[in-house]
C-alpha cells in the first residue's frame, strides 16, 4: 500500500509564491509519474503539472511560467514551487502518482494513489 503525504498549502496574498511537497511512503515503490492537480470550488479537478521518472515535465497554460515541478527520485518526493500566484489558483491540490509496487511474493503490480489535497487560498 502507498500512502502520499501532501504539505504547504495555505493562505498567500496575489503575488506571492508557495511551494507544496508530496511525499510517496509506504511498500516498495518504482515511480514512473507524478502530477500535480487541483480543484477549484465547482469544477472539476484538473491537471497543473506532471513530472515522469526521467524528470520531463508538462504543464497547464494557465501555470506556464509560474509554476515549476521537480522530484527527488531517491527519496520519492515531488514539489510544485509556484510563483505570481493569483486568484484564480486558489483551489484544493492534490498529488498524484502513478508506479509499480512490490508486493510480498516478489511481483511487481501497478498502482495509482492520490493525496489527501492541500488547500491554497490566494487573497486579491
Known amino acids: 500500500q502507498v500512502q502520499l503525504v501532501e504539505s504547504g498549502g495555505d493562505l498567500v496574498q496575489a503575488g506571492g509564491s508557495l511551494r507544496l511537497s508530496c511525499a510517496a511512503s509506504?511498500?516498495?515503490?518504482?515511480?514512473?509519474?507524478m502530477g500535480w492537480y487541483r480543484q477549484a470550488p465547482g469544477k472539476q479537478r484538473e491537471l497543473v503539472a506532471s513530472?515522469?521518472?526521467?524528470?520531463?515535465?508538462n504543464y497547464a497554460h494557465f501555470v506556464k511560467g509560474r509554476f515549476t515541478a521537480s522530484r527527488d527520485n531517491a527519496n520519492s518526493v515531488m514539489y510544485l514551487q509556484m510563483n505570481n500566484l493569483n486568484d484564480e489558483d486558489t483551489a484544493v491540490y492534490y498529488c498524484n502518482v502513478e508506479g509499480f509496487v512490490l508486493s510480498s511474493g516478489g511481483s511487481w503490480s501497478p498502482f495509482g494513489s492520490w493525496g489527501q489535497g492541500t488547500q491554497i487560498t490566494v487573497s486579491s
Open positions: 509506504g511498500s516498495t515503490i518504482s515511480v514512473t509519474s
Open positions: 513530472i515522469t521518472s526521467s524528470g520531463s515535465t
